[in-house]
């Protein structure tokens, strides 16, 4: 990719493919048992426009607020009134991106509430996210137990709501759109891993960043693995059938041929993510930005 910036892609991917504009006024709405969820507007990648904000906690409160992620004014506002009546104990940050904490600091702040994620999350969000306290696998806050996925982020975190039979499932997986892993600061390999590892978890339902819930997790996970899978059978296809060395550039239309062209800036990412996983598993190998199968 030239020197576009994520968010200059994102708009042109709004505009080629449109975007749900959503309820003029977010409602907060009962998902599973001491769970609600408000879908707030955020820069997010589209055809999401909007980070679902969960509420965690009994029928009057406290609440444990995860990923309060808009920074929009007008957004926070329609949180903040909800948050006059439920009251609000800690916020929890799933990852570090930036659709999912853009409201974190500031909501922080105005209630005067601790900021828990993972440690790395906090190295990441350093200087402009105080985050107080942090959360390792398999620990239990307000409830929930931190369940640590690395993959689209390496300091992921899904927050299993035991009572509830529901995972809060930040962007392991999404109810609209997909979810990327980009290189730069996701991993293939650990992705894989980290729904894996959900999946050997009690079925619950999952809970996304985006999108509608997904009340058979199971189902939706495997699917996950399936198709990550078959992509990464066609990328190994691809590599295969080469005469020679292939840029991602040529290798794109090869193993992406079934996505609309619109999204192959993402796809390209995603590509990028599986041919550093092929190299790791020693059955690609690359040299000067060129790729081929690894026939050793
Ligand atoms: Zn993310």
């Known amino acids: 990719m030239a020197q576009q910036t994520v968010e200059e892609m994102y708009d042109r991917l709004r505009a080629a493919i449109g975007v749900d504009p959503g309820e003029a006024q977010p409602v907060l709405r009962p998902v599973a048992p001491g769970i609600r969820v408000l ?7 589209p055809p999401a426009a909007h980070t679902n904000v969960y509420l965690v906690g009994p029928d009057r409160g406290p609440m444990a607020v995860v990923d309060p992620g808009s920074p929009y004014a007008d957004q926070q506002a329609v949180l903040d009134a909800y948050l006059g009546e439920l009251p609000i104990e800690l916020i929890l940050l799933t990852h570090h991106h930036g659709d999912h904490v853009g409201g974190a600091a500031a909501l922080a702040a105005r209630w005067g509430v601790p900021i ?3 440690a790395v999350t906090a190295r990441r969000l350093a200087g402009r996210v105080p985050v107080t306290r942090l959360l390792e696998d398999g620990e239990v806050v307000h409830g929930a137990t931190a369940v640590h996925t690395p993959g689209h982020a390496e300091g992921h975190l899904c927050f299993e709501v035991g ?7 930040g962007d392991m997986v999404a109810g609209i759109g997909t979810i ?17 590892r959900l999946l050997a978890r009690p079925a619950a339902a999952l809970l996304p960043a985006h999108g509608p ?5 199971p189902a939706k996970l495997r699917e996950y693995l399936a198709h990550r899978r078959m992509r990464e059978a066609r990328v ?7 005469p020679q060395p292939q840029t991602l550039r040529q290798l794109l239309p090869v193993a992406y041929g079934d996505t609309p062209t619109v999204l192959w800036p993402l796809a390209e990412s995603s590509l990028l993510a599986h041919l550093v996983k092929l190299v790791r598993d ?7 930005g060129l790729w081929s199968a ?3």
């Open 116 to 118: 828990a994620a993972h």
């Open 282 to 288: 020693g059955k690609a190998v690359e040299r000067d």
């Open 163 to 169: 009572g509830a039979g529901a995972t809060i499932a």
């Open 213 to 217: 819930i997904l009340p058979d997790g």
């Open 180 to 196: 990327l892993i980009d290189p730069s600061d996701g991993d293939m390999a650990l992705y894989l891993a980290s729904l894996e």
């Open 294 to 296: 690894n026939t050793l």
């Open 39 to 45: 879908a707030l507007r955020t820069p997010t990648l």
């Open 236 to 242: 190994v296809a691809a590599l295969s059938g080469a």
